[in-house]
């Protein structure tokens, strides 16, 4: 295991622990080095007297730099905020570019989302079924939360 490696995983158990100045310590060096983990990591915890506003601005910010690196679940999250509006304009087509991104980067949450807007031809996405279906059974094998009975329930509804 490198050094980058072991300190995102010290960073992580600091955030677990509730050190943030911790992590921060940790991560500063790997943000310096735009490390898509660390961008991801820092954007989920809050700095010392940092408002809400601010904080909320600053985890944008780093899951979208996290986003341009390619990484999976800053690109789902900032779907989720899309899918949501939460701090931005609510646009499902928007979403669904993000999840599609994510999906296709192996992320089992946005593997279920992008694979029911395929199936059901929602956002703008042209309807697919079969694939729309191969991306739900890979998250229901993944064991995606509800995944399995969205799919017993399409496939029961013949598709």
């Known amino acids: 295991m490198n050094s980058i490696d072991e300190a995102l995983r010290e960073a992580e158990g600091a955030i677990q622990n ?19 983990e660390a961008l ?29 690196l390619g990484h999976a679940h800053s690109i789902y999250l900032l779907g989720v905020q899309y899918e949501c509006g939460d701090g931005v304009m609510k646009s499902n087509v928007i979403s669904s570019a993000f999840f599609e991104r994510a ?20 956002n703008r996405i042209p309807r697919d079924v079969e694939r ?3 991306y739900i059974r890979q998250a229901a094998a993944e064991d995606v939360e509800g995944a399995a009975e969205i799919l017993a329930d399409l496939l029961a509804k013949g598709g």
């Open 40 to 68: 991801y990591l820092a954007s989920c915890i809050s700095k010392e007297r940092e408002s809400q506003e601010a904080f909320d601005i600053r985890r944008f910010w780093l899951l979208n730099q996290a986003a341009q």
């Open 103 to 122: 999906a296709a980067l192996g992320h089992s949450r946005a593997k279920l989302s992008y694979g029911l807007d395929l199936v059901h031809g929602l």
């Open 132 to 134: 729309g279906f191969s």
């Open 18 to 36: 509730g050190s943030s100045r911790k992590a921060f310590a940790l991560l500063t060096p790997l943000l310096q080095q735009r490390i898509p």
